[in-house]
């Protein structure tokens, strides 16, 4: 099985333009992210994928390796879909590019999870994080996650799901990281299909995979991711290194 990483790399970031390219330690942040994920070794194989030729030279003169975007995407799975197309591959895990503090155990498990489907029924495999927090919960940035007694995801919202409607049944809630590791044919289906109903409606790729059929496993995990949104995450990432 050959599982490779891509880490999609989008330089006008709407929230904080350039902060790919912002320095962290020494090194642009999306180099980071790219040097942490080969640490990993966990992956046969590790590209960035960007609209940006700035990103693309700078990962290349590192010695790394990237693929150029020729069409705009509205999401990272469009936008890895196009670059995997023509790649020999089983698996591909999503790494985020403004997360140069890679949880390397986490990514361990959803590997895991292919490797133990022998019958080939699940089709992705993500991460969920509990939630306590009322503020968290309620917040509409942080997207939840239901999923069935087998750990298959039911649905994601930004809305409060479960409503607790019993208040004397305990209800635990999960925020979903956007941390995906896709068989290569579920992703080239999800490419190949328009935007579903309910995903233009709360604006959740993940909502476009169930709407067509396909069944993705939540991994829990307790490490909170730390990105890179705003000025202020930067500086606190300058401390931590």
Do not use: W
Not at 47 to 65: F, H, N
Not at 87 to 103: H, R, S
Not at 171 to 182: E, I, S, W
């Amino acid at each position: 099985m050959k599982i490779i990483a891509m880490i999609p790399a989008r330089f006008n970031a709407s929230r904080f333009p350039g902060k790919l390219m912002k320095d962290l330690a020494g090194k642009p942040v999306i180099l980071r992210t790219y040097e942490s994920a080969l640490q990993t070794k966990l992956f046969d194989e590790v590209y960035v994928v960007t609209d940006s030729d700035v990103i693309y030279d700078l990962i290349v003169d590192a010695g790394g390796k990237a693929i150029k975007s020729l069409k705009e995407h509205d999401c990272g799975s469009d936008r890895i879909a196009e670059a995997v197309e023509n790649l020999d591959v089983d698996v591909v895990v999503n790494v985020q590019g403004d997360e140069p503090f890679i949880d390397a155990v986490s990514l361990e498990k959803l590997i895991t999870v292919f490797h133990e489907d022998a019958a080939q029924q699940i089709d992705l495999a993500s991460l969920k994080v509990k939630m306590e927090a009322a503020e968290d919960i309620e917040n509409p940035n942080n997207v939840k996650v239901i999923t069935d007694q087998n750990n298959f995801a039911i649905y994601f919202s930004r809305s409060v799901i479960p409503y607790h409607r019993d208040q004397t049944l305990k209800v635990t809630y999960f925020k979903h990281k956007g941390v995906y590791a896709f068989r290569k044919n579920a992703l080239m289906d999800f490419y190949n299909t328009p935007m579903t109903p309910l995903e233009a409606a709360e604006k959740i790729e993940a909502i476009r995979y169930l709407e067509v059929g396909k069944k993705i496993k939540m991994i829990e995990t307790s490490v909170e991711s730390i990105g890179i949104d705003t000025p202020e995450d930067l500086e606190k990432a300058k401390k931590l290194f």
